[in-house]
């Protein structure tokens, strides 16, 4: 079987030396020596101040929330995973989903300010597949309305915009380590941000709140542990290759496919991609459906993403506003894409869905 995605494992005996060393420590949680070196390398290799390693994407976007004080209405995009407008419900916040752009199905600036009241607090945005956000006109607006630029950059390691990581950006960038990414260390991910007030503050949340008997507020269990920490000492250094491969696979993706009854997002010019998924759009959903029921007889599994729309989740929103996000919900398949799928089953992907088109 062929899934829409696969892990990626290191060379055991690269993995089995960090245990060794864990074993000689004894000290498996609470900011242990691989940790540290992980944030380090991961702060090195983004180019960026401060890398706070947690243990998933979900809890670094309420991490995020909660530092950057929001408790009322949070502007973000109905085109993600769920992850990213439950997170604001559970911090007792609500999202207001302002809808995607049509080229890149990344949330649209214009419709954000249009969006802001003055119960807004912050723009929670999602680099869409990889894909880069207008970083900078999303600033402008957050800097003109004075409200908190947040990215959900679960997709977005090894992807940059003019030659600055993705996580850069925004008072604070979020990220997803799970074991589905293209730099994963198990279950895991990261806040990320230039802020030193911010990161002190992400610190002592992540902890309970506390350093010691340093009870300095309330706070929740964020951390990470030594055995994650070290898949992610294997993993980064392997990045470069695992893009590489990726990169290979996407380019027969682009020569073979049919474009004429297909759709893809756009890129801008000014970025550099990380392959994390091959998005496809379809003419409608029953032609999706014809081409996923094929490609599952052949024992290939893609995966609608993003589907549904989160505009249209009953317990997030009452009524959905954002008809471009409903309607590309409806047609967007991910076709399968990992480091060492074989290159004659993509060609073989590539096949079946032009012959079911």
């Given amino acids: 079987m062929i899934n829409v995605t696969k892990t990626y494992l290191p060379p055991y005996e690269e993995y089995e030396a960090y245990l060794k060393g864990i074993w000689e420590r004894n000290q498996l949680t609470n900011n242990g020596p691989l940790v540290r070196e992980l944030e380090q390398k991961i702060k090195d290799y983004l180019g960026v101040k401060h890398c706070l390693f947690v243990s998933n994407g979900t809890i670094a976007i309420q991490l995020a929330l909660k530092v950057l004080g929001v408790t009322k209405e949070v502007i973000t995009t109905p085109f993600s995973y769920c992850a990213t407008s439950h997170s604001v419900v559970w911090e007792g916040c609500t999202p207001v989903f302002a809808d995607i752009l049509r080229s890149d199905l990344c949330i649209d600036p214009q419709k954000v300010e ?31 309305h004075n409200i908190k630029l947040i990215y959900d950059a679960a997709h977005a390691f090894g992807a940059s915009v003019d030659d600055k990581s993705l996580l850069s950006f925004g008072d604070i960038s979020t990220c997803s380590f799970h074991a589905t990414k293209v730099f994963h260390t198990v279950e895991g991910g990261a806040v990320i941000t230039n802020n030193d007030e911010y990161a002190w503050l992400l610190d002592r949340y992540r902890s309970f709140g ?56 756009e890129l801008s010019l000014n970025a550099v991609k990380n392959y994390a998924y091959y998005p496809v759009f379809f003419e409608s959903e029953a032609a999706l459906l014809k081409v996923r029921d094929a490609l599952s007889e052949n024992q290939i599994m893609p995966r609608r993403y993003f589907y549904p729309s989160l505009s249209t989740l009953k317990f997030v929103t009452e009524e959905s506003t954002c008809p471009i996000s409903d309607d590309f919900a409806l047609r967007a398949l991910a076709l399968p894409l990992y480091f060492d799928l074989a290159h004659e089953d993509v060609y073989r992907i590539a096949r079946i869905v032009n012959e079911n088109l």
């Fill in 114 to 144: 249009a969006a802001i009241t003055e119960n807004t607090q912050a723009i929670l945005a999602t680099h869409v597949y990889g894909n880069p956000c207008d970083v900078y006109e999303l600033q402008k607006i957050a800097d003109k």
């Fill in 210 to 265: 506390h350093i010691g008997d340093d009870y300095l507020t309330i706070g929740i269990n964020g951390k990470n542990s030594e055995f994650h920490a070290a898949m992610g000492l294997v993993n980064l250094p392997k990045v470069p290759e695992i893009i590489a491969a990726r990169k290979a696979i996407f380019d027969i993706y682009d020569q073979e496919l049919n474009w004429e009854k297909l759709g893809r997002p």
